[in-house]
């Protein structure tokens, strides 16, 4: 009786293990792909968010990437030292930074339109499988 009282703190009875253990290997996966163009997996998913969405405020970036500005900031002085990036304070707040695209930035697109593709034969999920995992994640995010 004692023991079933128990069961619920099993590592394998949280779903927080799978997905932590899931992350960290898809991530993984990324980093050959993303070295041969210079960034690691935060700052590809940061100019993920500006190739379609710059010019963009910190504050934008970070809503969408589910990250604090004390985070991204570190991540942004890199890509902008890398020359990729502009940081700007927006003249009408001098408290919002304004993210924007160089030329090297938006060229850097074009390097990186193949890691999708690369990374979708690197896990074994049908496309169905794969738009469900998508949904379910989603929801999760949405809650939290």
């Not at 023991?3 to 949280?14: C, H």
């Not at 030292?81 to 927006?90: H, N, T």
């Not at 160089?102 to 169905?128: D, F």
Request: aromatic share 8%; with cysteine.
């Amino acid at each position: 009786m004692a023991t079933a009282r128990y069961d619920r703190l099993k590592l394998e009875n949280q779903i927080c293990f799978p997905l932590y253990a899931s992350s960290k290997e898809v991530i993984h996966r990324y980093k050959d792909y993303l070295t041969e163009i210079g960034l690691t997996y935060t700052q590809y998913i940061a100019m993920m968010v500006l190739w379609e969405r710059a010019p963009l405020s910190v504050k934008g970036l970070g809503e969408f990437l589910y990250l604090d500005s004390g985070t991204l900031t570190p991540l942004l002085k890199k890509l902008e030292k890398s020359g990729l990036i502009l940081r700007e304070r927006d003249p009408q707040d001098e408290r919002s930074v304004t993210i924007s695209l160089t030329e090297a930035g938006r060229g850097l697109r074009e390097k990186a339109i193949q890691i999708p593709e690369k990374m979708e034969s690197c896990i074994p999920l049908t496309n169905e499988e794969a738009q469900t995992l998508y949904k379910l994640l989603y929801k999760i995010l949405k809650t939290v």
